[in-house]
């Protein structure tokens, strides 16, 4: 079966900096997707890491380790706008089958 | 349109009843899904399409369940009878091309309860 482990919920305050994990055990993997999703809003996409390593967006950034099955999403300078879920999601394959996701990490960010 | 419209929005059923619920993918997407959330779960993958073919379907929860995508946008999701573990917000998302390293975009979902 696939298995992929995130933090239920996470708190932080505004301006600081949050490190979401994600663990995942997969029959496949072809890359790693990271998307947030507010309240009743679709999920929009954050990143996507195929080989390892640290990739920098912005405030966002993803790391990958493919031989730990290990991934992070670090927020910077936290806003209250970043109050959401984060999904952390694993393409199994190349052929275009679907992405397999965590139950996602609810993060709080207060003033 | 400029993303991936999903409609309704919202579906209140009686149980036993039959639901549709329709997928306008972004125009030119060749993949089309569609996810099942629970209510404080990550997204459960239903069933995917390449243009007009369903190429998988293993998602599907049962045989009431059934999906299509006739001339390679448009996709319906169809729920026979529903039961009340069939409340869930149902998510189309739509890619580019066949590869799943373009990213899918997802619709707001229609938020689907079994009263």
């Known amino acids: 079966g696939q298995n992929i482990d995130q933090p239920t919920e996470m708190t932080a305050t505004e301006g600081a900096i949050v490190q979401i994990n994600c663990t995942y055990q997969?029959?496949?993997?072809?890359?790693l997707f990271w998307y947030q999703q507010h309240a009743g809003e679709a999920p929009t996409f954050l990143s996507y890491?195929?080989?390892?390593g640290l990739e920098e967006k912005g405030r966002f950034s993803s790391f990958l380790s493919r031989s730990k099955g290990y991934s992070y999403l670090l927020l910077k300078e936290l806003q209250m706008k970043d109050s959401a879920s984060y999904l952390c999601?694993?393409?199994?394959?190349?052929?275009?089958?679907?992405?397999?996701f965590g139950k996602g990490t609810t993060l709080s960010v207060s003033s | 349109g400029a993303g991936v419209s999903q409609s309704p929005r919202y579906k209140v059923a009686k149980r036993g009843q039959d639901v549709a619920l329709r997928c306008d993918p972004i125009?030119?997407?060749?993949?089309l899904f569609w996810y099942q959330q629970a209510l404080g779960q990550g997204p459960e993958f239903l069933t995917y399409?390449?243009?007009?073919?369903?190429?998988?379907k293993s998602g599907l929860p049962s045989d009431r369940f059934f999906a299509e995508r006739p001339e390679g946008s448009v996709s319906t999701l169809k729920i026979q009878r529903t039961q009340q573990e069939d409340s869930a917000v149902y998510l189309c998302?739509?890619?580019?091309?066949?590869?799943?390293?373009?990213?899918?975009?997802f619709g707001q979902g229609t938020r689907l309860t079994v009263v």
């Open positions: 998302a739509s890619s580019l091309n066949s590869k799943l390293n373009t990213e899918a975009f």
């Open positions: 997969t029959s496949g993997f072809n890359g």
């Open positions: 890491n195929v080989l390892d």
């Open positions: 999601a694993v393409d199994l394959n190349q052929a275009g089958t679907a992405l397999i």
């Open positions: 125009s030119g997407h060749v993949s």
């Open positions: 399409f390449q243009n007009e073919a369903q190429l998988d």
